[in-house]
């Protein structure tokens, strides 16, 4: 991963991905920047507090959303400085089925397996698999673990990396404002390594993701409905 692409598109200030808080959208996605002149795809990572409070944010969620809640769909856009179009298939993430919307958020489940998309109306998304949902179902907060990323920091941010905690570290590479909330969601940060030559840190968070009320309340009513054939969860 190089330093443009932990940068976030929206502020341009660096990114360390923590669950609930960052995510990024890689060039695979072929997402579109509709809110552009020119329609530019959208890759890089993001801080979820810079698009909840960016005035693109309903034209970025609206694009998020027709990638992950669809198998895909072709694209046709023409070579920026020239005349030739070209189409390439989007590919989608399969949350097809919209099961919930309320005033901040809506749900929708994968066709394929246990495994439902929260979306805030803002543009934040929220994956829950099995593990997740029940923990929602019985009443505990769930927790989202990534395993392990790996990033190339800007800068040495502290002189012991292997010794600092997560506020230590957000607060070297001055993104501290960047994740506002975090202490709420009760972030377990693990050091794994870190090659000083080429600034590349290996790291792990599992953090409780800050979902909307409804969604949990939702999820909560929801979940423990009997199993499907297909091994989806469905309300009795």
Known sequence: MGDEYASCVFCGEFVLHIPGWADSVPPYRLMRATWQEEHAFVVGSLHFSCLRASP???EFAAEFARIAT???REITYRVAGGTRTHTLVQPGLGYVEQVFRGETCAVHRSDTRDSWL??????????LDRPQLEDVAQGRRPRLDPGAERIVLPRDPVADLAGVTLDELLDGLGVTDRYPG??????EYEFWKYFAPKRVL????????????EAVAFL???APGRRSPEGLWRRR
């Open 56 to 58: 693109v944010r309903s």
């Open 70 to 72: 669809g198998h895909g």
């Open 118 to 127: 929260v979306q805030e109306h803002d543009g934040p998304w929220y994956v």
């Open 182 to 187: 975090l202490a709420a969601g009760e972030p």
């Open 202 to 213: 290996e790291y792990a968070v599992t953090a409780a993701p800050p979902l909307p009320a």
């Open 220 to 222: 909560r009513g929801h």
